[in-house]
């Protein structure tokens, strides 16, 4: 029986002045964000989604006059505080594949730590000699890491628990633009925790196949 769970204890925005630009606890259960229009109940959400990894860069230009996010979150029981600053790229958008900072630890804890505790970083990519933070989480959350082509990132599980309002009411995932079958089956079975190695291989390796006939079959069609 799969106990994976993460929970957000709190989130805290900070302002590029320093100040508290949002500060709130969240409880286990149904927490509802409410305000009037445009008040800044989706760019809450989205600063949940961006700080836990996701891939989003729409942000409105309030959002833009922030510097960073924190998440004091609990993994599987493990209380771990996310750091990610708000970094903006040449034409205004903030970079969907910042790194995160890990701390071990509550976030009021985080804000002075004790000398034998530190934040580490951890960038968008694994390399062999370090980790991504996409494997970071799934590791604290018992998640297996696929290795391939296909990439799957906490963005791609997150893609599955976070609905936007701009992806079509009728998909499950939040939308992309390139998105291949393989990604979405390989992502909902990591979350109904019925991943296979072998069959996510022979998948891969049948893809290829199918791909190498097109292509010959492409290449006799000219001749």
């Known amino acids: 029986m799969t106990t994976n769970n993460l929970f957000v204890n709190r989130l805290v925005v900070i302002a590029l002045s320093g100040a508290v630009a949002y500060d709130e606890s969240f ?18 959400s989205n600063f949940i989604f961006y700080i836990l990894g996701g891939e989003f860069t729409d942000f409105v230009p309030e959002a833009k006059k922030c510097s960073e996010v924190f998440a004091e979150t609990q993994m599987n029981g493990a209380v771990l505080t996310l750091r990610r600053q708000i970094e903006l790229d040449e034409n205004r958008k903030v970079k969907s594949r910042a790194s995160i900072y890990f701390y071990w630890g509550s976030y009021n804890e985080s804000r002075n730590p004790p ?38 990132t906490i963005h791609q599980l997150l893609r599955l628990m976070y609905i936007d309002q701009e992806s079509p009411t009728s998909s499950l995932f939040v939308y992309e633009q390139f998105d291949s079958q393989i990604t979405r089956e390989t992502t909902a079975e990591l979350l109904l925790g019925i991943y296979d190695d072998e069959l996510y291989q022979n998948k ?3 893809n290829e196949v199918i791909k190498e006939i097109d292509d010959i079959n492409g290449y006799s069609g000219a001749c």
């Not at 409880?27 to 809450?44: E, P």
């Not at 580490?120 to 696929?146: A, M, R, W």
Request: hydrophobic share 25%; proline share 5%; no cysteine.
């Open 115 to 152: 000398p034998d505790k530190h934040w580490q970083k951890f960038g968008y990519n694994s390399h062999p000699e370090t980790k991504s933070f996409s494997n970071v989480i799934f590791d604290n959350l018992n998640i297996p890491i696929v290795k391939g082509e296909s990439n799957i």
């Open 204 to 206: 891969k390796r049948l």
């Open 27 to 44: 409880h286990k259960g149904v927490n509802i964000i409410r305000g009037d229009n445009s008040s800044g109940k989706s760019t809450i």
